[in-house]
């Protein structure tokens, strides 16, 4: 080989050394180059991964929050409908003032009242409440328009027997309070009638006769003369004087007039029962002051054995032992 293709071949050779060394320069940059951006673009990624999270986060507060101000719409919305339903059963309660026992009904809706105060959270509870107190109050609507059918039925039947006699009053056999009962007062002084009239209806409530029609008269009686008078027909009437007296002897004298309203009920049984002919000798007031004391509204003039109790007992229930 001749010297110049020698220093050719030297040249070319220094030169592609020289090319190479710049494209392999240019690689490490562009390596450098690309790792910072993967670091970049990896830096990138987290901060995003990282907002994604709290983005999710906060969509999950603000889901959840909604549904609590939902519930809490809801909730406001059930209560609205409850006091609707407390102002109705107050309207129900009102009107059976003085026809039906009502204190049973009245303590449901206080406890439903008090269920619905405690309650935070749960709709469905002050829903039940709202359908409960309708119920009670459909029962004392119910209650009274039974009643006040009762009064149509029986003022008909009164004054249907008056015109039979001429206008001679009332028919059905009544029975007059037994000895104290037709006594003098133990209270004094005169009630007013408005006044006198509420107090005999809460005692004769009281007692167990919340659906029993309650009237004032003056005091005839089957014949004679009562200060209370129960009749076949079932309502009881009463004088002026009635409303004066102590608590005790009001009650008593209620229960009396009660019981003889349950015994109308049994008459039949009850007159051919060997058991009230052995223990009360034919007297049905006898019998009434029993089953007044069988009730806790004994008489301090009557007492009563065991065994009369025990069958007095029984026909507050419609039963007449043998």
């Avoid at 009463?238 to 008459?267: C, N």
């Avoid at 049984?269 to 007031?285: D, K, T, V």
């Avoid at 004994?298 to 419609?318: D, E, K, L, P």
Wanted: a negative charge.
């Amino acid at each position: 080989m001749r010297p110049a293709t020698r220093r050719g071949i030297g040249i070319l050779t220094a030169g592609c050394v020289v090319v190479l060394g710049f494209q392999l320069a240019d690689r490490s940059a562009l390596a450098q180059e690309l790792d910072a951006a993967i670091e970049v673009q990896e830096r990138l990624t987290l901060a995003y991964e990282a907002q994604a999270a709290d983005v999710a986060a906060v969509q999950a507060d603000v889901h959840q929050l909604s549904a609590v101000y939902a519930n809490n719409v809801a909730l406001l919305d059930a209560r609205e409908d409850f006091v609707d339903a407390i102002a109705a059963s107050r309207s129900a309660l009102a009107g059976a003032k003085g026809k039906v026992d009502t204190g049973d009904e009245r303590d449901d809706i206080l406890d439903l009242q008090a269920v619905v105060l405690r309650e935070r959270a749960d709709v469905a509870v002050v829903t039940d409440a709202t359908a409960d107190v309708e119920t009670v109050t459909s029962d004392v609507n119910e209650a009274v328009e039974e009643y006040d059918r009762e009064q149509e039925r029986m003022a008909a039947e009164r004054a249907a027997a008056a015109a039979a006699a001429g206008g001679g009053g009332w028919s059905g056999g009544w029975s007059g309070g037994s000895g104290s009962a037709s006594a003098a007062s133990s209270g004094g002084g005169t009630a007013s009638t408005a006044g006198g009239y509420a107090r005999v209806r809460a005692a004769l409530n009281a007692v167990g006769g919340g659906g029993v029609p309650l009237e004032q008269f003056a005091g005839a009686c089957g014949g004679g003369w009562a200060a209370a008078c129960a009749s076949s027909s079932g309502v009881i009437r009463f004088t002026p004087a009635v409303a004066t007296w102590s608590d005790g002897r009001l009650y008593w004298a209620m229960a009396h007039e009660l019981a003889h309203i349950h015994q109308f009920r049994v008459w039949g049984p009850l007159m051919r029962s060997s058991g009230y002919a052995s223990l009360f000798g034919g007297n049905i007031e006898h019998l009434a002051n029993c089953m007044a004391a069988a009730r806790g509204y004994g008489s301090g003039n009557v007492s009563c054995s065991g065994a009369q109790i025990q069958f007095a007992g029984a026909i507050w229930y419609g039963s007449v032992p043998a």
